[in-house]
């Protein structure tokens, strides 16, 4: 594993959503991050807690508890377009992990190929080949019409990235 100061390499970097940031640690996923949620039941010191002693980087509205960690992103906007700006311009991340982590659970995607059973609808089975099964929760994904509204989307947020940094 590379390893270096300074280097902030998105991927290589675990993340803790806090609660209220459901729908930012599911695109976050989509886009390849390492990062867990939050729910609500955890309080203020488990945060912390959970923070430290696992190495993960906090992502949070909340000042307080922002600045009572060394590693924490503080968002400033409720817009999810400007807060994953805010991500990918802190912790780079490369494109080709893109889809690579599921969306609900962060377990890691296994691509399968071939017949699927009864995993999916018949329908699905017959007009899609790819198939990727979450390694933590089971569930099966495909590249239906949902995968293109979401890779348009990041393709978006990565072009509106580059135009900022070349600012
Ligand atoms: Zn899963």
């Known amino acids: 594993m590379m390893k270096s100061s300074g ?5 290589g970097e675990r993340f803790l959503a806090d609660a209220m940031l459901g729908k930012l640690c599911r695109w976050m996923r989509f886009l390849g991050y390492d ?7 955890m309080e203020d ?18 000042v ?13 906007s409720f817009d999810i377009d400007d807060q994953l700006l805010t ?3 802190a912790y780079p991340i490369g494109k080709e992990k893109e889809m690579s982590r599921c969306p609900v659970c962060n ?12 995993s999916v ?18 569930r099966i994904y495909w590249k239906g019409s949902h995968y293109d509204k979401i890779t348009k989307k990041l393709s978006e947020l990565r072009d509106e990235n580059n135009i900022r940094r070349e600012k």
């Open 121 to 138: 609808p018949e329908a699905i089975s017959r007009n899609f080949h790819e198939f990727w099964e979450c390694t933590g929760c089971g």
């Open 87 to 89: 991500i990918l311009d």
């Open 107 to 118: 377990g890691i995607l296994d691509l399968k190929s071939g017949f699927m059973g009864n």
């Open 35 to 41: 990062v867990e949620y939050a729910d609500s039941s």
């Open 45 to 62: 010191d488990d945060i912390i807690r959970k923070c430290s002693t696992c190495g993960l980087i906090l992502i949070t509205m909340d």
């Open 64 to 76: 307080d508890l922002s600045q009572r960690l060394e590693r924490s992103i503080l968002l400033r």
């Open 7 to 11: 280097n902030k390499e998105g991927s």
